[in-house]
């Protein structure tokens, strides 16, 4: 029986990683978009691809021969890998046919608009709400040379506009100005959490659930999921909030003792997602409440939801804080 | 007595012209003499047609002769018409969310209480804070309520015990927190990767399971024949799922009765499992692996390898934990002899997945109706025989390793095939057409029926989730046990909230 035991031991080690904030994600991750200006790709777009409907229309896919359909090679060319592989400079040795290009990319632009599942690009002005996106990645394929998907995961804001990206957004930081004063004073050493699920669909819960296991440890900076609202300091919200879940909801917030913060975790909760126009999902809880985070993602990644804490509550990865 | 239709290649879609219609009395006739010689119900709801009426549609599962079997019926909702949970009790969902949804009412419905409580209900003054709770007058008997907010980070479902002392005599599950009008929604848009990532969203545990069933709905009904590789990916995908869950079932099992080393060594080769998953298509949990059509992120080389080495160690270190924990007096003294679910219960239920074999049913859809690449794997079900919580641990423990294996052989096979096509999100439909997606998740059968109207678009997408059947049979399993025993017994189903409520 220990012989058993010490075997388990011997085969996982130290599974911990020890140093949260130098963690990185795969490329192929998609995290944290970043948005070109339509105006600049404008010429390389017209060398690259002569009608924007023609590709959008047959999925931006330029290879596919299936039904012996062969597409033009004209068409644009492959994001797949993530890589951009039509840059402004490169492809603009026909400058020619300028009279097109705005209508080009209008069209192109309300091509992405229509696309998005969830309606977060707007084509005018070109803008991407991280609040409604679901980081599938079909924009960036269609139009690599206008969307990107990096593999940044630090997303977490407390302004809710900072998640509406535009092109030159290099990052999404925390606004330090807007946290609320008691925030930083009474939850800068330790943090309980309550967690409601509202029509969620389980994978945020779980990656919640991940942020305390024995990987991240989260637990190791005094922060922690509790049974009972009665326990905890805050309440984060995963799902959009279904109409079935809207008074239990509201009771257990509460239940929660002052001073207390309000997380919104995934894009569903951030913005009802998916389900923002079914009938069946009730929000009037978060018009009069203000959420302190939000935490874009689908599922939303343990370290989005780890940096994004540690942010709001003023706490840094390296120095632990005595002072009192 | 009424013939129903039998389907077999489910890549084809069924006219709607073609499927055989009776009055309800004759198809009720039918129904009791299928699901009398073993058939079971996969799906089974019904639409509104014109002027009040209302059309049934069955979906049977033959695991005889791997075949689907279906009919439809005409209901009028003039009269109460017979029910079928009266005799099979397997159907109390369905005969439920018709009765909660459409103006039919059955005359001998038991149990004839909401089920979901979704948006669309007739009885509008029907609400999660008035559930008709059954109880038990008596005073040595007590009741505790649990829900629908939970002490772990788990979805909301509201569950009622009676208790005597310690021992509870009986359980109700009262569920629909969590319905957010999917069925509604997928219908709403003509959108398909709206609709795509509607399907993964209906339980994000099961994304790939329920976005393959949706992606296998929409290719029958567009007609398009998907690659042998695609097949293999999905296949590969499914399993890496499963593997997935089930390591989070037995660390999740071992964390419920303080067994530390299980469960943080379970959590710790879940994540190598996940972030494989993500290094293959950039998402922990699979979500846009699995498309209409074809695949964003075609198998590569270094995907092979990658997945390849990091399950080939997941399933050493995992036979080591199972090792250990066969040898653990104290794991096996809580797991075993508790939350039996005996095998006749099992089937009186129509209980389906890991669940119905730890019973000794034999329900697995990757043996009895074959899809993907799973024709060629040959996949022999486990199956075990006491239906206690060791049965369902031991279901886990024994299909992790299987499941790497399969994953192994499909690696195998996956260079010598062609590449993957692209996904494809316009492609017409069939009209007035009727497809069924079939997909053994790692909760169990997973069944899309999806009906066009004469302009070719979605009309009807109906969704199944294993847990609709199989929440009664945690409710029969905790009889007669300690209350303090719920959670695992809950852990060692572990249904979901959001598949069940939709």
């Given amino acids: 029986m220990f012989r058993t035991k010490l075997r388990v031991l011997r085969s996982h080690g130290i599974q911990y990683i020890k140093h949260l904030d130098e963690a990185v994600l795969p490329e192929i991750f998609r995290g944290r978009p970043i948005l070109f200006d339509p105006e600049e790709t404008r010429a390389a777009h017209v060398a690259t691809v002569p009608d924007a409907t023609t590709h959008l229309a047959e999925n931006g896919d330029s290879k596919r021969t299936t039904d012996g359909r062969i597409a033009s090679q004209a068409e644009i060319p492959e994001g797949e890998t993530g890589k951009t592989t039509c840059f402004p400079e490169k492809h603009n040795n026909n400058g020619n046919s300028m009279p097109r290009t705005y209508d080009v990319i209008h069209r192109e632009l309300a091509g992405l608009e229509a696309l998005c599942p969830t309606g977060a690009i707007t084509a005018v002005p070109f803008s991407l709400d991280l609040g409604r996106c679901l980081f599938c990645g079909e924009c960036a394929r269609r139009a690599p040379h206008l969307v990107q998907f990096t593999n940044d995961y630090h997303m977490a804001t407390n302004d809710r506009l900072a998640l509406n990206i535009v092109p030159g957004t290099e990052s999404i930081k925390l606004d330090p100005d807007r946290v609320r004063r008691e925030i930083t004073r009474t939850f800068g050493h330790a943090l309980k959490l309550r967690e409601v699920c509202a029509g969620g669909e389980g994978s945020t819960e779980m990656e919640l659930g991940a942020s305390m296991n024995v990987n991240f440890d989260f637990g190791r900076y005094g922060i922690d999921f509790t049974a009972s609202p009665r326990h905890a300091d805050g309440l984060v919200i995963t799902g959009p909030i279904s109409a079935n879940m809207a008074r239990a909801l509201e009771i257990c917030y509460e239940a929660v003792a002052e001073p207390k913060i309000l997380i919104v975790a995934g894009t569903d909760a951030i913005s009802g997602g998916l389900f923002a126009n079914s009938p069946a999902i009730d929000r009037r809880f978060l018009d009069r409440v203000q959420p302190d985070l939000y935490l874009p993602g689908n599922p939303v990644h343990p370290l989005t939801f780890i940096h994004g804490v540690m942010a709001l509550t003023g706490r840094s990865f390296r120095k632990t804080n005595r002072k009192r | ?502």
């Avoid at chain 2, 109706?369 to 022999?380: G, M, R, S, T, V």
């Fill in chain 2, 1 to 502: 007595m009424q013939q129903f239709l039998t389907y077999t290649d489910r890549s084809c879609p069924i006219r709607l012209a073609e499927l055989p219609h009776a009055e309800y009395t004759a198809f009720f006739e039918t129904m009791q003499t299928y699901l009398a010689s073993g058939l079971r119900c996969a799906h089974y709801f019904a639409t509104p047609d014109h002027g009040g009426a209302y059309t049934i549609y069955a979906v049977l599962l033959d695991d005889e002769t791997h075949s689907v079997r279906i009919g439809t019926a005409t209901a009028v909702a003039a009269a109460p018409i017979p029910s079928l949970t009266a005799i099979y009790p397997a159907m109390h969902p369905f005969e439920r969310a018709i009765a909660e949804t459409t103006t039919i009412r059955y005359a001998d419905l038991p149990w004839d209480k909401p089920l979901r409580l979704p948006y669309d209900r007739t009885d509008r003054s029907q609400n999660p804070f008035n559930y008709p709770f059954y109880s038990i007058e008596g005073e040595a008997l007590h009741e505790v309520h649990v829900g629908p907010i939970h002490a772990g980070i788990i979805e909301p479902g509201s569950f009622r015990f009676i208790c005597n002392g310690e021992r509870v005599l009986h359980l109700e599950i009262a569920l629909g927190f969590q319905h957010r009008g999917i069925e509604h929604l997928m219908t709403a848009t003509d959108n398909r990767l709206r609709q795509a990532m509607l399907a993964e969203a209906i339980a994000g545990d099961s994304s790939v399971s329920h976005g393959r069933t949706f992606a296998a709905t929409i290719d029958a009904l567009a007609g398009v024949q998907t690659s042998p590789r695609l097949a293999i990916e999905r296949t590969i995908a499914l399993e890496m799922e499963r593997v997935a869950m089930h390591l989070a079932d037995t660390g999740a099992l071992c964390g419920d009765i303080g067994y530390q080393l299980g469960q943080v060594a379970c959590e710790a080769l879940r994540t190598i499992t996940i972030n494989t998953t993500q290094r293959w298509c950039g998402n922990r949990f699979g979500k846009g692996l699995v498309r209409p059509g074809g695949s964003y992120f075609p198998i590569t080389a270094a995907t092979v390898e990658s997945i390849r080495t990091q399950m080939s160690d997941v399933k050493r270190r995992y036979l080591e934990i199972v090792n250990n924990l066969h040898a653990t007096p104290s794991v096996l003294a809580r797991f075993e002899d508790c939350g039996h679910l005996e095998m006749i219960q099992a089937e009186a239920i129509g209980a389906v997945g890991p669940a119905a074999r730890a019973s000794g049913l034999l329900r697995d859809l990757r043996s009895t109706h074959p899809f993907e690449a799973y024709a060629d794997l040959a996949h022999e079900p486990v199956t075990e025989t006491t239906g206690d919580v060791m049965a369902r641990l031991n279901i886990r423990c024994r299909e992790v390793p299987q499941s790497i294996d399969h994953i192994m052989t499909l690696l195998e096979r996956v260079t010598e095939t062609k590449p993957s096509e692209k996904p494809v999100f316009t492609q017409a439909l069939a009209p007035a057409s009727l497809a069924i997606g079939l997909t053994e998740g790692w909760r169990g059968e997973i069944c899309h029926v999806a009906i066009t109207d004469s302009d070719g678009r979605l009309a009807v997408y109906r969704i199944k989730d294993p847990s609709l059947h199989n929440w009664l049979g945690l409710a029969l399993a905790v009889r007669g046990e300690g209350i303090s025993d719920f959670p695992i017994c809950n852990k060692s189903f572990n249904l979901s909230y959001c598949g069940h409520d939709l």
